[in-house]
Structure formats: structure tokens, C-alpha cells
């Protein structure tokens, strides 16, 4: 069984859409996370959440909303896409925020 | 200055010999030291994960961790063509994660 999940693996879309990023697990953790990893590799993080609670907001524009509809899941959505916006998506989950995290498959992004 | 400095490589090593990948940090809080492989297009997968100074040994992997000077290592003993990947440290203080740029590294058959 896959830990920590995500959909779509691809997602390829135009400048100004909208879309959302999907991200589930069933390790029974109560925080998640969703990072950026950039054309170089750099992985940065965007979001975490605790117990359905905001815990992390690096200095990510607000077209990214996470939201957590329960303890399993944290789904991204991002408004008026840019090509800056181009990268790949990890979602990753640990027990406590101090923790080790485990990470999803990762959703690669292209705005076009 | 970054939080976390790691030289991305590349590194390009034969087959079974011994492979050193560092990382130096700046904050002294950093108190969890964790290292992650990542095969392309793939997530990031838990390697080592040691807590505060002092080494850990797991199979063919030993990762130090040196408080006083701020820097981190992972060994790779007898590297197979299998451990061709890119290796991040990941280092945390409280809910604050901050990951190195990651060392790519070859191992040729």
C-alpha cells in the first residue's frame, strides 16, 4: 500500500487556470506538508498542517490555498496559474512536526 | 547566508568505493539530522535520521553528525551502481524542516 499518495502525477496546464493538487496518506500522521522542489532541485517548504491547523506559511504567494478536509488529507489549490509556477509538487506526512517525513511521489506541474 | 549548505555535485564515483556527502548548517538549534535519496522523478525517501552529535551505522550507510562544527555527514561503503541518486540532508529544529540543495551522485558500473 502506497504511505503517501498524490494526483495527478502530470498535470499540464495554461497560464491563468486554476487547479488543485490532490494528497493523501494512511500512516495515522497528524501532520502534513506540502513542498516546492524548483528546476535546481532546491526543495522548499510551502505549507504544514496539525490537527487541521496551520502550523507553517512560508512566504508563498496566496494564490496557493492548502486545505485540509481531515487528518488524511491536504489538498493544494493554486489560482491564476503563472509560469513561474512550473516545478514539482511533494506532499509528505509525519507523526508530530518534529518528526521524520515521508514523502509523496510528487506531482510535476508545467504551466504553459 | 543559507541554513543549510550541501555542494550539488555531481559526483561520479566506480563502483565499491567509499562515497563522503556533507552538508554544513548555520542554526545551533538544529537538533534532528536527517538524509533522503531521491531516484529521478521520484519523492524523496528516508535514509538516515540521527538526533543531535554522534554516528549511525545501517548497512552500507553511516551518517555523523558533528554539533561543534556544524556539519553532517553520510558515508556510502563498497557504492553500487543501484546508489546512483540524488542524496539531501534535512536537518529540523521544533516545526522548522530545511533541506539541502542535494549532491547527485554516479556510480559507474
Request: proline share 5%.
Given at each position: ?77 493554486i ?5 513561474g ?12 512536526d ?12 508545467t504551466?504553459? | 547566508q ?11 564515483v566506480p ?10 548548517y ?84
Open positions: 500500500d502506497t504511505a503517501v499518495s498524490q494526483t495527478p502525477k502530470y498535470l499540464v496546464t495554461q497560464m491563468g487556470n486554476d487547479k488543485s493538487i490532490k494528497c493523501e496518506q494512511n500512516l495515522g500522521h497528524d501532520t502534513m506538508y506540502w513542498y516546492k522542489q524548483d528546476s535546481k532541485k532546491f526543495l522548499k517548504i510551502m505549507f504544514s498542517y496539525n490537527n487541521k491547523e496551520l502550523i507553517i506559511n512560508e512566504t508563498v504567494p496566496n494564490r496557493f490555498s492548502p486545505k485540509s478536509p481531515d487528518k488524511a488529507h491536504l489538498n493544494l489549490h489560482n491564476s496559474l503563472e509560469l509556477d512550473s516545478a514539482v509538487y511533494f506532499c509528505a506526512s509525519s507523526q508530530g518534529r518528526d521524520t517525513q515521508y514523502f509523496g511521489p510528487g506531482t510535476r506541474l504551466v504553459l | 543559507k541554513e543549510v549548505e550541501q555542494d550539488p555535485g555531481p559526483l561520479s563502483e565499491g568505493a567509499i562515497v563522503s556527502l556533507n552538508c554544513t548555520s542554526n545551533s538549534a538544529f537538533q534532528y539530522f536527517m538524509w533522503y535519496r531521491q531516484y529521478s522523478r521520484k519523492g524523496p525517501e528516508l535514509l538516515m535520521y540521527t538526533y543531535s552529535s554522534g554516528n549511525k551505522e545501517d548497512g552500507r550507510f553511516t551518517a555523523q553528525v558533528d554539533k561543534s562544527s556544524k556539519y553532517i555527514s553520510l558515508f556510502i561503503r563498497d557504492s553500487q551502481p543501484s546508489d546512483s541518486a540524488t542524496y539531501l540532508c534535512a536537518m529540523s529544529a521544533g516545526n522548522q524542516f530545511y533541506f539541502g540543495t542535494g549532491t547527485s551522485l554516479t556510480v559507474i558500473p
